[in-house]
């Protein structure tokens, strides 16, 4: 919480608020949200992800990875979600995201287009 709260994205994606991160590069602009709100510990369901450039420009077409975990203990997610592709501009739909104990978790959400490759982790407390 305190770490959410010092990184000054104050949103609370667990409860279905639209979270904003550059991503470490710089590249991106990522907005992220869950379609379950509040977001429910052993159910499956699906994140919105929202790509733009710095500027607010629509990114479409990029290859998006979904990875994260618990930091604090050690483990990754109990699935393997997949981005599909682009679902309208610049909008990307995460499917099969679990979450099964509460804790601190992290989503790393990883970007690659033809000429640029960027990463943003999204830390929050169930
Ligand atoms: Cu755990």
Redesign the pocket.
């Known amino acids: 919480m305190i770490w959410w709260a010092a990184a000054g994205a104050a949103a609370d994606v667990t409860n279905g608020e639209p979270a904003t991160q550059f991503g470490e590069s710089g590249y991106f602009r990522m907005t992220l949200q869950s379609a379950l709100a509040p977001v429910a510990i052993n159910r499956m369901h699906n994140w919105n992800l929202r790509l733009e450039t710095p500027s607010g420009d629509p990114v479409s077409g990029a290859n998006v990875t979904v990875t994260g975990g618990?930091p604090d203990?050690d483990?990754g997610l109990p699935t393997a979600p997949r981005a599909t592709g682009t679902v309208n501009d610049g909008q990307y739909l995460i499917e099969g995201v679990k979450f099964h104990?509460n804790?601190r978790w992290e989503l790393t959400i990883g970007v690659e287009t033809a000429t640029q490759s960027d990463a943003a982790t999204f830390v929050f407390e169930l």
Request: glycine share 20%; aromatic share 0%.
């Open positions: 618990m203990h483990h104990m804790g």
